[in-house]
């Protein structure tokens, strides 16, 4: 027999960087009309960044210690991993998610429960097989003044973000303050405040142009370690900015031998494709948009020798198999999958 609510379950997706008051009134709505509530992390295998600081268990430990004992009984906390460039993936992720809680869901009544905040909001409408549960912004609040106020040096900013953050997001926001993680990214968002800065008085906004080589051969990719002051220790394609006087390729050739000292006469008769990315925030720093040589050597027993080089800590071979998204750069690990077709 049916309860009285209206909803078996409630979804809820979302970042949750951090879980503040708004997120806090959405559950609440939601264990007010269903009789439990699904809230999916997003982002789950994303590496530490000022725009996705905390990890999934971390978030996980914010939203239920946000809650009463009675009310956490009701709410299960599922990761979700990013897929770049595949929203198939993605949702195919969001619904399996959903069915290892609900079960057989043509028997049960299921509904997304948000608000449309802005475009980052356009998954509400992707799924026709369940109820669509509209509730108002609270008090409009949004968690990316709050990340910036907690990485800025504005202590008035950052003592009213925490006034919008739960209890229990504030005692952990206050103790991860303290933490080697914690000044890793101020030091991440204080660069990109700064190159954000130095183009501020442009007549235009900046959009720049890199070119990146993926270069696989005998189940292996060719990866640096980023040193400098961005993105430092994430693993990443070889790679970079194209200068004035050469073309996309060109660049790419460049930035390999600078990068890795690989043999770059082992490129050729190797390309596969090139491709274009160019989402819009693929990059924090600011509009990026990079073109993607794919060369496959021919399989052998021996790795080509390689040698970091330039502005990269290390270049080696990483096995296929133990690519972790945790670990890349920006969203180099989409564009690995995108091409690569896994």
Known sequence: MHSARQFDYLVFIGRFQPFHQGHHHV????????????????????????????????RRTMILNSFGEIERERIHCVPINDATYNDNK???????????????????????????????????????????????????????????AYFGDDLDKKSTAFERLTAASGEFLDAFERTDSYHYLKQEY?????????????????????????????????????????????????????????????????????????????????LITATLFDAPKRSQRARTVTMVYYFEL?????????????????AFWLPLSKLNAVQMFEDHYGIICQLLKI
């Open 27 to 58: 559950v609440m709505q939601a264990l007010a009309h269903a009789d439990r509530v699904i809230v999916l992390i997003g982002s789950a295998n994303a590496p530490r960044t000022p725009k996705n600081p905390f990890t999934a268990d971390e």
């Open 90 to 148: 993605w949702l195919i992720g969001v619904q399996r998610a959903i069915t290892s809680m609900t079960g057989d869901s043509a028997q049960k009544r299921i509904g997304i429960i948000g608000h449309t905040k802005d475009e980052s909001s356009y998954y509400l409408h992707l799924f026709p097989q369940y109820d669509s549960f509209e509730v108002d912004n609270f008090q409009g609040l949004s968690a990316t003044p709050i990340r910036k």
């Open 298 to 314: 021919p399989k052998r027993q021996t790795l080509p020798d390689i040698q970091a080089g330039d502005d990269a800590n290390r």
């Open 190 to 270: 204080q660069h990109i405040q700064a190159y954000q800065a130095a183009w501020q008085t442009a007549p235009y906004p900046p959009n720049f142009i890199t070119s990146d080589a993926l270069i696989v051969q005998s189940g292996h990719i060719l990866l640096i370690e980023r040193g400098g002051e961005y993105g430092q220790g994430l693993y990443a394609l070889p790679g970079g900015f194209v200068d004035t006087n050469e073309d996309f390729y060109q660049a790419c050739l460049r930035e390999v031998q600078e990068e890795t000292n690989l043999d770059i006469s082992l490129l050729k008769n190797s």
